[in-house]
C-alpha cells in the first residue's frame, strides 16, 4: 500500500501539471520563450559585413545642437554618406511634422532617388486612423489580410518627404506577451491596405522592385517575397524569428570619414541618452533601431528560425512520457540511478534544444520538460523516503519579508503603526559603490569570494546605521537607502543622518584597508542625504510586502546621491538638510540645481570630513558668486587657485566645474538667469 500511495501521488501530481500545460497558460508561454532566448544568448556571434550603424550619439548633439535637428543637417549627413558609396540608406526616423526650422525641402532632395528608406509608425490609439501613411501594393496567393498584424492607425511622414523617398517602412515592434521583441512581422496592415516593414521595405528598394508577393494557405502565411528576391519562410502570421547573434559595425554621425561604410546598407539609429527608445531583447536592452537592422540581417543572411507546429505538442507529451519513466524508476531503481535521470534529462533535453537551433535554427521548449520532469522526479523520490516528510516540505513556508529589529518591535508594541502607515519628517540617505568594476575583475570568475567582499562592505556601511539607530529601508545590489527618524524619534535627524554618512565613509577607508592588504583594488561610496516629508508604511502586494518609505523627499535624495560622481564628491545634502546641520559641520556649496523631474532649484552642498581652511571656503563661496553673476572667466581663475585646497577633496569638482563655466560662455543666457542648472538625466 506505501508503495502504490508513492507512486500514484506522483502520477496525480504529473496529470495536474499535464492538464494545466495543455491548455498552453501564460506561465508555459513565458517560460517556452524564455528557454529560446537563453539558447539565443548563446549562438555564436557573427558580425555583419552588409549592415553597419551610423549612431547620432553625445558627441553628435554636442557639435548639431539639441535633437530635433534642422533636417538640412540630416540631409547634410546623407550626402555625405551618397559620397561615401555606401547602399541602401536606412533612416527609422518619424517625420510625421513639418520642420519647425525649415529645412525640409533641403532633406526632400537629399531623398530623391538617393536609396533612403524612412519612417512611418503604426498606432493603437482607438481614434487615430491613417495619416500621410505610405503603403505598398502586395500581390496575394490566398488571403493573407486575416492573418496579418493589424493597427488601428498608421501615421506617416509629410507628403513632402514620403513622396520623395525611394522607401517608407514599418518601424514598430511587436513584443511577445512578456514585453521581449524575439518576432518581427514583415507586412502589416491598417483594413485593406497593407504596409510593410522597414526590412522588407529595405530589400524592395534595393532590388527596384514596386511591390510583395504573399502566399496563404488554410493555415495562415506560409512565405513572402520580392519577386526580384529570393522567398522568405515566415510563420503564420508573417513574422520570422530574429537571431540576435548579430553584431554590427559602428560609426558616429560626426566622424570625419564615412568611407569604412561603404557599400554597407547604412541604418542611422539614434543612441545619445534621453532620446533613443529602448525595447527588451533575449540579448537585454537594446537600442530600437537595432532589431530592425537585426531583422535585414536574418533575412539577407536566410537564417530562417523555424517553430515547428507540432512542435509544443510533442514537448507536452515528451514530458509525460519522461516523467512516467521517472515515477517508474523512483519507485524500483536504486536512488543514485533515480538521481543520474533527474539531473541528466534536464542536460540533455538543454543540450538537444542548443543544437537543434544552431545546426538547424529550430527552437525547442527545454523548460517544460525540464519543469515536469523535475517537479514529478523528485515528488516521487522525495515520497519514497518518507510521505511525512514530504508533506511537512509542502506545508512550509519560507519567510519572505525583511525587518529590521527595530520595525519588529515597533509592531509587536504597536503593529497599527505599521499596519496604518504615517506621515513625518525624516532624513533620508541614500549609499552607492563606487568602483565596483576593477573590484569584481579582480576576482574573475571566483563569485564566491566576490560575494563575501560584497557583504563584508554591506557590513561595514550598515554597522553606522544602526549605532546610529537608523533604520535601512533596503538594499539595492550594492546601494542602500535608510532613514532617521521613523518609525523611532530622532529630534536631531538632519545631524544624525550627516554624522551617519560622515562615519559611513570611514568605514568604507577602513574596509579599503582590510581589502588593499589582500591585494584588492580600493572601492568607493557616494552618499545624498535630504531632509523632508515621507509616507512610511508596510507597503507592497497581499503576497510579498516590506517596510517602505515614499515621498518627493525620497526621490530628491535619490537623485542627488546619483549626483555625486559628476560632481566629484562623496557626501552631498540637499537644503534643508544642510539648514537644518549649517552651524555642525563644515559644508561647501556645490551647486544650485534642478533634479530630473524638477523645475526648481535647491542648494547642494557638500560635508567635508576633516578642518579646512576659511579663507579658502570664502575664496570658493566668492566663485559661486561669479558664476551667478555669469563672471565665467573670474570664476575659473578662482577654480584653479582652489585646485589644492580643502586637502584635495574637491578637486574633481573644480574640474568639473571649469568645464562648465566653458561650456556656459559658449551660453545665450537670459538677463534674468540665476545660476540654475537644470539636470537632464538623474
Same mark, same amino acid.
Given at each position: 500500500?506505501?508503495?502504490?500511495?508513492?507512486?500514484?501521488?506522483?502520477?496525480?501530481?504529473?496529470?495536474?501539471?499535464?492538464?494545466?500545460?495543455?491548455?498552453?497558460?501564460?506561465?508555459?508561454?513565458?517560460?517556452?520563450?524564455?528557454?529560446?532566448?537563453?539558447?539565443?544568448?548563446?549562438?555564436?556571434?557573427?558580425?555583419?559585413?552588409?549592415?553597419?550603424?551610423?549612431?547620432?550619439?553625445?558627441?553628435?548633439?554636442?557639435?548639431?545642437?539639441?535633437?530635433?535637428?534642422?533636417?538640412?543637417?540630416?540631409?547634410?549627413?546623407?550626402?555625405?554618406?551618397?559620397?561615401?558609396?555606401?547602399?541602401?540608406?536606412?533612416?527609422?526616423?518619424?517625420?510625421?511634422?513639418?520642420?519647425?526650422?525649415?529645412?525640409?525641402?533641403?532633406?526632400?532632395?537629399?531623398?530623391?532617388?538617393?536609396?533612403?528608406?524612412?519612417?512611418?509608425?503604426?498606432?493603437?490609439?482607438?481614434?487615430?486612423?491613417?495619416?500621410?501613411?505610405?503603403?505598398?501594393?502586395?500581390?496575394?496567393?490566398?488571403?493573407?489580410?486575416?492573418?496579418?498584424? !493589424?493597427?488601428? +492607425?498608421?501615421?506617416?511622414?509629410? *507628403? =513632402? #518627404?514620403?513622396?520623395?523617398? $525611394?522607401? &517608407?517602412?514599418?518601424?514598430?515592434?511587436?513584443? !511577445?506577451?512578456? +514585453?521581449?521583441?524575439?518576432?518581427? *512581422? =514583415? #507586412?502589416?496592415?491598417?483594413? $485593406?491596405? &497593407?504596409?510593410?516593414?522597414?526590412?522588407?521595405?529595405?530589400?524592395?528598394?534595393?532590388?527596384?522592385?514596386?511591390?510583395?508577393?504573399?502566399?496563404?494557405?488554410?493555415?495562415?502565411?506560409?512565405?513572402?517575397?520580392?519577386?526580384?528576391?529570393?522567398?522568405?519562410?515566415?510563420?503564420?502570421?508573417?513574422?520570422?524569428?530574429?537571431?540576435?547573434?548579430?553584431?554590427?559595425?559602428?560609426?558616429?554621425?560626426?566622424?570625419?570619414?564615412?568611407?569604412?561604410?561603404?557599400?554597407?546598407?547604412?541604418?542611422?539609429?539614434?543612441?545619445?541618452?534621453?532620446?533613443?527608445?529602448?525595447?527588451?531583447?533575449?540579448?537585454?536592452?537594446?537600442?530600437?533601431?537595432?532589431?530592425?537592422?537585426?531583422?535585414?540581417?536574418?533575412?539577407?543572411?536566410?537564417?530562417?528560425?523555424?517553430?515547428?507546429?507540432?512542435?509544443?505538442?510533442?514537448?507536452?507529451?515528451?514530458?509525460?512520457?519522461?516523467?512516467?519513466?521517472?515515477?517508474?524508476?523512483?519507485?524500483?531503481?536504486?536512488?543514485?540511478?533515480?538521481?543520474?535521470?533527474?539531473?541528466?534529462?534536464?542536460?540533455?533535453?538543454?543540450?538537444?534544444?542548443?543544437?537543434?537551433?544552431?545546426?538547424?535554427?529550430?527552437?525547442?521548449?527545454?523548460?517544460?520538460?525540464?519543469?515536469?520532469?523535475?517537479?514529478?522526479?523528485?515528488?516521487?523520490?522525495?515520497?519514497?523516503?518518507?510521505?511525512?516528510?514530504?508533506?511537512?516540505?509542502?506545508?512550509?513556508?519560507?519567510?519572505?519579508?525583511?525587518?529590521?529589529?527595530?520595525?519588529?518591535?515597533?509592531?509587536?508594541?504597536?503593529?497599527?503603526?505599521?499596519?496604518?502607515?504615517?506621515?513625518?519628517?525624516?532624513?533620508?540617505?541614500?549609499?552607492?559603490?563606487?568602483?565596483?568594476?576593477?573590484?569584481?575583475?579582480?576576482?574573475?570568475?571566483?563569485?564566491?569570494?566576490?560575494?563575501?567582499?560584497?557583504?563584508?562592505?554591506?557590513?561595514?556601511?550598515?554597522?553606522?546605521?544602526?549605532?546610529?539607530?537608523?533604520?535601512?529601508?533596503?538594499?539595492?545590489?550594492?546601494?542602500?537607502?535608510?532613514?532617521?527618524?521613523?518609525?523611532?524619534?530622532?529630534?536631531?535627524?538632519?545631524?544624525?543622518?550627516?554624522?551617519?554618512?560622515?562615519?559611513?565613509?570611514?568605514?568604507?577607508?577602513?574596509?579599503?584597508?582590510?581589502?588593499?592588504?589582500?591585494?584588492?583594488?580600493?572601492?568607493?561610496?557616494?552618499?545624498?542625504?535630504?531632509?523632508?516629508?515621507?509616507?512610511?508604511?508596510?507597503?507592497?502586494?497581499?503576497?510579498?510586502?516590506?517596510?517602505?518609505?515614499?515621498?518627493?523627499?525620497?526621490?530628491?535624495?535619490?537623485?542627488?546621491?546619483?549626483?555625486?560622481?559628476?560632481?566629484?564628491?562623496?557626501?552631498?545634502?540637499?537644503?534643508?538638510?544642510?539648514?537644518?546641520?549649517?552651524?555642525?559641520?563644515?559644508?561647501?556649496?556645490?551647486?544650485?540645481?534642478?533634479?530630473?523631474?524638477?523645475?526648481?532649484?535647491?542648494?547642494?552642498?557638500?560635508?567635508?570630513?576633516?578642518?579646512?581652511?576659511?579663507?579658502?571656503?570664502?575664496?570658493?563661496?566668492?566663485?559661486?558668486?561669479?558664476?551667478?553673476?555669469?563672471?565665467?572667466?573670474?570664476?575659473?581663475?578662482?577654480?584653479?587657485?582652489?585646485?589644492?585646497?580643502?586637502?584635495?577633496?574637491?578637486?574633481?569638482?573644480?574640474?568639473?566645474?571649469?568645464?562648465?563655466?566653458?561650456?556656459?560662455?559658449?551660453?545665450?543666457?537670459?538677463?534674468?538667469?540665476?545660476?540654475?542648472?537644470?539636470?537632464?538625466?538623474?
Amino acid at each position: 500500500m506505501k508503495w502504490i500511495t508513492h507512486w500514484t501521488t506522483a502520477l496525480l501530481t504529473l496529470a495536474v501539471i499535464s492538464f494545466w500545460g495543455w491548455n498552453d497558460p501564460f506561465v508555459k508561454q513565458t517560460l517556452r520563450l524564455k528557454s529560446f532566448d537563453l539558447v539565443q544568448q548563446y549562438d555564436i556571434p557573427t558580425t555583419s559585413s552588409d549592415i553597419a550603424i551610423l549612431e547620432i550619439d553625445e558627441k553628435s548633439i554636442e557639435q548639431y545642437g539639441q535633437w530635433p535637428w534642422k533636417r538640412t543637417v540630416i540631409a547634410d549627413i546623407i550626402w555625405k554618406l551618397r559620397e561615401s558609396g555606401v547602399g541602401i540608406i536606412v533612416l527609422p526616423v518619424l517625420f510625421s511634422e513639418q520642420d519647425r526650422l525649415g529645412g525640409d525641402m533641403d532633406l526632400a532632395e537629399a531623398l530623391v532617388q538617393n536609396g533612403v528608406i524612412i519612417a512611418q509608425t503604426g498606432t493603437s490609439q482607438d481614434t487615430f486612423q491613417i495619416k500621410n501613411a505610405v503603403p505598398r501594393g502586395v500581390a496575394k496567393i490566398g488571403d493573407p489580410l486575416p492573418w496579418l498584424f !493589424e493597427w488601428n +492607425g498608421m501615421l506617416g511622414p509629410i *507628403p =513632402l #518627404l514620403g513622396d520623395n523617398a $525611394d522607401g &517608407v517602412g514599418v518601424v514598430n515592434t511587436v513584443p !511577445e506577451i512578456d +514585453g521581449v521583441v524575439r518576432r518581427l *512581422p =514583415l #507586412l502589416m496592415r491598417i483594413g $485593406d491596405e &497593407v504596409y510593410p516593414s522597414i526590412a522588407m521595405e529595405t530589400i524592395r528598394v534595393a532590388v527596384g522592385d514596386p511591390s510583395y508577393q504573399v502566399k496563404t494557405q488554410e493555415g495562415g502565411i506560409t512565405a513572402m517575397r520580392v519577386p526580384a528576391y529570393q522567398t522568405i519562410k515566415t510563420d503564420s502570421f508573417g513574422r520570422i524569428w530574429l537571431r540576435f547573434n548579430k553584431e554590427f559595425p559602428t560609426l558616429s554621425a560626426v566622424s570625419d570619414d564615412y568611407s569604412s561604410l561603404a557599400g554597407k546598407t547604412v541604418i542611422i539609429g539614434i543612441t545619445a541618452e534621453g532620446l533613443s527608445n529602448i525595447v527588451a531583447t533575449p540579448k537585454g536592452e537594446m537600442y530600437a533601431h537595432l532589431p530592425a537592422a537585426i531583422s535585414l540581417q536574418t533575412i539577407l543572411n536566410g537564417d530562417t528560425i523555424v517553430r515547428l507546429p507540432e512542435a509544443t505538442f510533442l514537448e507536452w507529451a515528451s514530458a509525460i512520457g519522461l516523467a512516467l519513466l521517472l515515477i517508474l524508476l523512483a519507485a524500483k531503481a536504486p536512488y543514485w540511478l533515480s538521481g543520474i535521470f533527474i539531473v541528466g534529462i534536464p542536460l540533455g533535453v538543454g543540450y538537444g534544444s542548443y543544437y537543434y537551433f544552431i545546426n538547424h535554427l529550430q527552437l525547442w521548449d527545454w523548460s517544460w520538460v525540464v519543469i515536469v520532469t523535475t517537479l514529478v522526479g523528485f515528488h516521487a523520490i522525495f515520497n519514497r523516503f518518507t510521505k511525512e516528510f514530504f508533506e511537512k516540505q509542502a506545508i512550509k513556508k519560507q519567510f519572505a519579508g525583511y525587518a529590521s529589529p527595530t520595525v519588529v518591535r515597533m509592531l509587536q508594541e504597536n503593529p497599527a503603526l505599521i499596519k496604518e502607515g504615517m506621515k513625518r519628517e525624516i532624513s533620508i540617505v541614500f549609499s552607492d559603490l563606487r568602483g565596483f568594476t576593477p573590484l569584481g575583475e579582480s576576482f574573475g570568475d571566483d563569485v564566491k569570494g566576490l560575494t563575501k567582499i560584497m557583504n563584508g562592505y554591506m557590513d561595514a556601511i550598515t554597522q553606522p546605521i544602526l549605532d546610529s539607530d537608523g533604520m535601512v529601508i533596503k538594499y539595492i545590489g550594492d546601494a542602500s537607502m535608510h532613514i532617521h527618524n521613523a518609525p523611532n524619534d530622532d529630534p536631531y535627524h538632519p545631524r544624525t543622518a550627516v554624522e551617519c554618512g560622515l562615519e559611513m565613509l570611514n568605514a568604507v577607508e577602513k574596509f579599503n584597508e582590510k581589502i588593499t592588504s589582500e591585494g584588492r583594488p580600493p572601492i568607493g561610496m557616494g552618499a545624498g542625504i535630504n531632509t523632508g516629508l515621507g509616507y512610511l508604511g508596510e507597503m507592497g502586494s497581499t503576497q510579498r510586502h516590506s517596510y517602505d518609505v515614499l515621498g518627493d523627499s525620497v526621490s530628491t535624495a535619490a537623485r542627488i546621491e546619483s549626483k555625486c560622481k559628476e560632481y566629484g564628491c562623496l557626501l552631498l545634502v540637499g537644503e534643508k538638510t544642510y539648514d537644518e546641520t549649517k552651524n555642525n559641520f563644515f559644508y561647501l556649496k556645490v551647486d544650485e540645481l534642478a533634479v530630473k523631474g524638477k523645475t526648481v532649484g535647491i542648494r547642494i552642498y557638500t560635508v567635508l570630513n576633516r578642518y579646512c581652511d576659511l579663507d579658502a571656503q570664502k575664496k570658493h563661496e566668492l566663485m559661486h558668486q561669479c558664476y551667478t553673476e555669469k563672471k565665467f572667466d573670474k570664476c575659473i581663475k578662482l577654480c584653479n587657485q582652489l585646485f589644492e585646497e580643502f586637502d584635495g577633496q574637491m578637486t574633481k569638482y573644480y574640474e568639473m566645474w571649469i568645464e562648465r563655466c566653458e561650456y556656459m560662455k559658449t551660453q545665450d543666457l537670459p538677463e534674468d538667469w540665476n545660476g540654475v542648472f537644470i539636470a537632464t538625466t538623474k
